[in-house]
């Protein structure tokens, strides 16, 4: 049986690897994560050259090593330029590629999230700057969304009732929106206004509406989203002090 096999693949990760390869950790529609060396690639006159940077999705034609994958050729399908032209953009893009590599699985393909993945990073290069943080929270909801742990926005998780136009708390330990009557009986909760209440219900939705999308409000609900996503993962997200420093 060949050794060969094809993938389209998103890179994510890329780090030196002995003098002039790259070991890259790739995001794949068909096999989930994977690592793999990419020799030579380093080299000034390196044949794959830009096809290797971040966010570059190729189809990949790669060998099955004995202990690491290699990548023998790519031919890149989008570039995504413009998110390594502005520091915003490409924080929000590795803010998302943190919460991909937590929840994708090596050698489990999951293409729901990978066409997710590239659809987002497609509104990411298009938006205007003042849309960008309303861009991430978007997408970091629906990639949690479809991983089937995105917090519940829409009811309260402690008696099922349902929030409409009201302020509420947010519990982490139930994942998700509480009424008010019950933030007194729970702990590691925090209030949510109105507002916050309202951004966070739009969410779930496909599309954000255009009057939603430069309001200042997806500060908030970030900070929110990142505390959950972190007690969920049990470790910090180290990209968003990035993110802070870019969209300064």
Sequence with gaps: MSRYYRAT????KRQ??????????IFTREQGLLKAVAKGARKARAKMGGRLDLFVVNDLQ??????????VQAETLHSFNRLSRDLGRL???QYWAEAVLAEAVPGQGHPELFDLFLEHLGRLESCATPEIMAQLVHGLYQFLQVSGVA???DYCTSTG?????????FSLPLGGLVATECLSDLTQTQPVTQEQVNALQWLPQPVLPPELLVHPIWSDVERLLR???EFYLQRS????DLLAVCLA
């Design 9 to 12: 693949g998103i890179n994510l």
């Design 16 to 25: 030196p690897l002995g003098e002039a390869d790259l070991l890259l950790t």
């Design 62 to 71: 790669l060998y099955s090593g004995r202990s690491l994958d290699q990548v």
């Design 91 to 93: 924080g929000s893009a």
């Design 151 to 153: 917090p519940v926005v």
């Design 161 to 169: 009732r349902v929030l409409s136009q009201e302020a509420a708390g």
């Design 227 to 229: 505390r959950y996503l």
């Design 237 to 240: 997200v180290r990209s968003a």
